[in-house]
């Protein structure tokens, strides 16, 4: 695992993309299309400026996933994932290649996942941008989370901490309306992506990010799996980073 710590939130965002870029680059020169995976939430705003920006990215031969989505909620919802992504990626940049939404609003949720998984199958994931959630989560999921499953996307239960934490970054009014299920992208797929590149900015991520590095790999702290991936960048601002010993 690679380790940077920035000064800033924004410098974080940047340095993400950055990293992301050179990967992405590279995978492009090898190969006709390039996989990558996109997150969403608050700590991700500068990623996602820098990155529709950076210049010669192949966007043409791009396929971009997300990691998850609010089982209920359509993209027309504030709060919607996919309308975070079209907002910051799909309308940034016309010409990608293509953009597999999770369909959060679908009449049957099980045949969503089973097209997804469809569409993901063996496909090699080139890139994975992540964070981690208040409560160690990876994507949405929660701990203890799932690191047996081997299916790319799943359906999970949303614990009150990942709930409270949607609230107090404003996509939701209270947490009574907060859905309680999520598809999500499983620990085991995110693993398998050539690079994973991790941003976690914030004082109230740095508990998570202590568990995340100095604890042993477990699924009560789902971040911790990160100790495992090969190439994992960890992107840290003084805040998140603030109760590391080292």
């Known amino acids: 695992m690679k380790i940077e710590i920035c000064n800033t939130q924004k410098e974080l965002g940047v340095l993400a993309a950055k990293i992301g870029t050179v990967a992405i680059r590279k995978a492009a020169a090898s190969k006709d299309r390039v996989t990558a995976i996109l997150p969403t939430g608050a700590s991700q705003f500068s990623m996602f400026k820098q990155l529709t920006s950076e210049p010669d990215i192949p966007w043409p031969r791009i396929d971009v996933f997300h990691l998850d989505e609010y089982v ?88 009150t901490v990942c709930r409270q934490q949607q609230v107090n970054e404003g996509w939701f009014e209270s947490l009574d309306v907060v859905p309680t299920q999520a598809v999500t992208m499983s620990i085991s797929q995110m693993m398998k992506s050539d690079c994973l590149i991790i941003t976690v900015p914030e004082s109230r991520k740095a508990k998570a990010v202590k568990n995340a590095l100095e604890s042993a790999v477990s699924p009560q702290f789902p971040a911790s799996i990160l100790q495992q991936h090969p190439n994992c960048y960890l992107l840290l601002d003084l805040d998140s980073s603030a109760l590391l010993k080292k």
């Open 72 to 159: 209920g909620i359509g993209d027309d919802h504030p709060a919607s994932f996919r309308r975070y992504l079209y907002d910051r990626l799909v309308a940034k940049v016309p010409n990608l290649g293509s953009f597999h939404g999770i369909e959060g609003d679908a009449q049957d949720i099980g045949q969503e996942i089973a097209r997804l998984n469809g569409l993901l199958g063996d496909r090699g994931v080139d890139i994975c941008f992540a964070g981690i959630g208040e409560n160690g989560h990876l994507a949405f999921n929660d701990p203890p989370a799932d690191f047996a499953t081997t299916d790319p996307y799943i359906q999970v239960s949303l614990d």
